[in-house]
């Protein structure tokens, strides 16, 4: 077998893979049924939606949050690696351990005028209660326990009871009915994305991860589905990693998606519509009650749909190392903002509201606490007023404002280099690159500084201010909007700024 083998049709279809439900159930949400939208071909029911595995009902109960306007769909993508090869996991750069539970989760809320789509990503160790009664434990969650626990990961309730748990557990903890359910595979994400001839993604800064394989080098790029699957998994890409990086580029990927289909007229061509939902389809795993003429009146209402009717949110976290016993690190929600959030989907109103979203504090949300970073204001006697300003702004954010110097007479304001040259009409911050997070947070207060990393640099930040009034922000911390704040898929996608 050669070093890089490509799995077997038969591995793709029952593999299931992690984050697949990002491309495949959500654009199956999205499109499956717009064949029928628009044109004057018709195609046959068999050949325009592909077969789905079903797993039944939605679960039964007075328990379950009522109904509302629009519809709701809930997609996840599962981690298992079931029938997999040591030399095939090599190859898709999954080699460690599955723990066969939801490793991708979003809420999909479609308006009831179909002009709108809402998503919110639920991450996978979020802590919340498991509800009482309905199907039994398939297995414990934690050792010795013989029963279904209390509470846990919400990744863990489909190894606990499958996707009826799973629906379940997702409405207790948000309070949104779930209309319908969608699971989606590894396989059909990498032939779905090679099918469509590819997926463009665009980062400003280049992007490693050596968990997933990642490398891309900054700018716009057109990934072939092996490496689209590295680009949607990867948690250890720098300055900001884990969970919220990841997410936020699953809704880049998703928002320029749309955008591609809408640019090529794929909605508008329904020949070419069906061959991309019977790509995605393929081994979609769906409700009972997901019938194919639901599917087909959702299509005739979005068959007009771009990334521009689509808003992208994160679930707002309170605590991001809630250690539990048994379940180690869990993610906690900020219970006021997510009930706002959830409201939201539930009365049909768009997330980017300060209504549905609000910030815990007035300015501009950092991702590293201010107090946490130390600054040290570095100016001349004739640029005193501009350092006051800064000072006295960045001690208003709780920054770890030290006592100023100034460069030695005759040396100039200095840029840190050493040379006594001015910084070129910016204020400037040089600092050690190893703390490239913290200077992401102070640069959010400083809005017209320029960063420069400095290998060596002491460990407190140096802030030099450059020409002209100084400018400062009021920050507050909050991790969360950093990188999960409602978005809508229009400045998400390529068309706008890279980022990553």
């Given at each position: 077998?050669?070093?890089?083998?490509?799995?077997?049709?038969?591995?793709?279809?029952?593999?299931?893979?992690?984050?697949?439900?990002?491309?495949?159930?959500?654009?199956?949400?999205?499109?499956?049924?717009?064949?029928?939208?628009?044109?004057?071909?018709?195609?046959?029911?068999?050949?325009?939606?592909?077969?789905?595995?079903?797993?039944?009902?939605?679960?039964?109960?007075?328990?379950?949050?009522?109904?509302?306007?629009?519809?709701?769909?809930?997609?996840?993508?599962?981690?298992?690696?079931?029938?997999?090869?040591?030399?095939?996991?090599?190859?898709?750069?999954?080699?460690?351990?599955?723990?066969?539970?939801?490793?991708?989760?979003?809420?999909?809320?479609?308006?009831?005028?179909?002009?709108?789509?809402?998503?919110?990503?639920?991450?996978?160790?979020?802590?919340?209660?498991?509800?009482?009664?309905?199907?039994?434990?398939?297995?414990?969650?934690?050792?010795?326990?013989?029963?279904?626990?209390?509470?846990?990961?919400?990744?863990?309730?489909?190894?606990?009871?499958?996707?009826?748990?799973?629906?379940?557990?997702?409405?207790?903890?948000?309070?949104?009915?779930?209309?319908?359910?969608?699971?989606?595979?590894?396989?059909?994400?990498?032939?779905?994305?090679?099918?469509?001839?590819?997926?463009?993604?665009?980062?400003?800064?280049?992007?490693?991860?050596?968990?997933?394989?990642?490398?891309?080098?900054?700018?716009?790029?057109?990934?072939?589905?092996?490496?689209?699957?590295?680009?949607?998994?990867?948690?250890?890409?720098?300055?900001?990693?884990?969970?919220?990086?990841?997410?936020?580029?699953?809704?880049?990927?998703?928002?320029?998606?749309?955008?591609?289909?809408?640019?090529?007229?794929?909605?508008?061509?329904?020949?070419?519509?069906?061959?991309?939902?019977?790509?995605?389809?393929?081994?979609?795993?769906?409700?009972?009650?997901?019938?194919?003429?639901?599917?087909?009146?959702?299509?005739?209402?979005?068959?007009?749909?771009?990334?521009?009717?689509?808003?992208?949110?994160?679930?707002?976290?309170?605590?991001?190392?809630?250690?539990?016993?048994?379940?180690?690190?869990?993610?906690?929600?900020?219970?006021?903002?997510?009930?706002?959030?959830?409201?939201?989907?539930?009365?049909?109103?768009?997330?980017?509201?300060?209504?549905?979203?609000?910030?815990?504090?007035?300015?501009?949300?950092?991702?590293?606490?201010?107090?946490?970073?130390?600054?040290?204001?570095?100016?001349?006697?004739?640029?005193?007023?501009?350092?006051?300003?800064?000072?006295?702004?960045?001690?208003?954010?709780?920054?770890?404002?030290?006592?100023?110097?100034?460069?030695?007479?005759?040396?100039?304001?200095?840029?840190?280099?050493?040379?006594?040259?001015?910084?070129?009409?910016?204020?400037?911050?040089?600092?050690?690159?190893?703390?490239?997070?913290?200077?992401?947070?102070?640069?959010?207060?400083?809005?017209?500084?320029?960063?420069?990393?400095?290998?060596?640099?002491?460990?407190?930040?140096e802030v030099r201010p450059g020409p002209g009034a100084a400018r400062v922000e009021r920050?507050?911390?909050?991790?969360?909007?950093?990188?999960?704040?409602?978005?809508?898929?229009?400045?998400?996608?390529?068309?706008?700024?890279?980022?990553?």
């Open positions: 077998m050669s070093r890089n083998p490509r799995p077997s049709r038969a591995l793709r279809s029952r593999t299931r893979l992690r984050r697949a439900a990002l491309a495949g159930a959500l654009c199956t949400a999205l499109t499956c049924g717009a064949v029928y939208a628009t044109g004057a071909v018709q195609l046959p029911v068999a050949n325009a939606v592909p077969r789905v595995e079903v797993f039944g009902g939605m679960p039964d109960g007075a328990a379950r949050p009522a109904p509302g306007p629009g519809l709701n769909f809930l997609l996840v993508g599962l981690d298992r690696r079931a029938g997999l090869t040591d030399e095939e996991k090599d190859w898709l750069h999954v080699n460690g351990e599955a723990c066969d539970c939801t490793d991708t989760m979003m809420l999909l809320h479609l308006s009831e005028d179909r002009r709108r789509i809402s998503v919110v990503s639920i991450p996978r160790d979020s802590y919340v209660a498991f509800p009482r009664g309905g199907a039994p434990a398939a297995v414990p969650a934690a050792p010795g326990t013989a029963a279904r626990p209390a509470a846990g990961k919400i990744n863990a309730a489909h190894k606990l009871g499958g996707p009826a748990l799973t629906v379940r557990t997702v409405e207790q903890a948000t309070g949104v009915r779930v209309d319908h359910y969608l699971e989606a595979d590894f396989g059909s994400f990498v032939e779905a994305v090679d099918e469509i001839g590819g997926a463009g993604v665009c980062t400003a800064k280049a992007l490693r991860d050596k968990n997933s394989g990642l490398r891309l080098p900054a700018g716009t790029h057109r990934l072939d589905g092996r490496n689209a699957l590295r680009y949607v998994r990867a948690r250890h890409v720098p300055p900001l990693s884990g969970d919220l990086g990841r997410m936020r580029r699953q809704q880049r990927f998703v928002a320029e998606l749309l955008d591609t289909f809408s640019d090529q007229g794929l909605f508008r061509n329904p020949a070419a519509l069906a061959m991309t939902a019977r790509s995605l389809l393929r081994t979609l795993r769906a409700d009972e009650d997901l019938s194919t003429g639901r599917l087909l009146t959702l299509g005739r209402a979005l068959g007009e749909l771009d990334s521009a009717d689509t808003e992208f949110a994160t679930v707002p976290l309170a605590d991001f190392d809630h250690r539990v016993k048994g379940w180690g690190s869990t993610l906690t929600w900020d219970r006021p903002r997510a009930a706002r959030l959830f409201a939201a989907l539930r009365e049909d109103r768009p997330l980017t509201t300060e209504e549905a979203y609000s910030l815990p504090g007035p300015g501009v949300p950092v991702a590293w606490p201010p107090a946490d970073i130390p600054v040290r204001v570095h100016a001349a006697p004739e640029r005193a007023r501009a350092a006051d300003t800064l000072e006295r702004g960045l001690r208003a954010s709780g920054f770890d404002v030290r006592e100023r110097t100034a460069p030695a007479p005759g040396a100039g304001a200095g840029t840190g280099t050493g040379t006594g040259e001015a910084p070129p009409g910016q204020t400037e911050i040089s600092y050690d690159p190893r703390w490239q997070r913290k200077a992401e947070s102070l640069a959010a207060a400083l809005p017209d500084t320029r960063l420069r990393p400095v290998p060596g640099h002491p460990r407190v930040f920050v507050v911390l909050d991790r969360s909007s950093v990188e999960g704040a409602p978005a809508r898929g229009d400045t998400l996608d390529c068309d706008d700024a890279p980022a990553g």
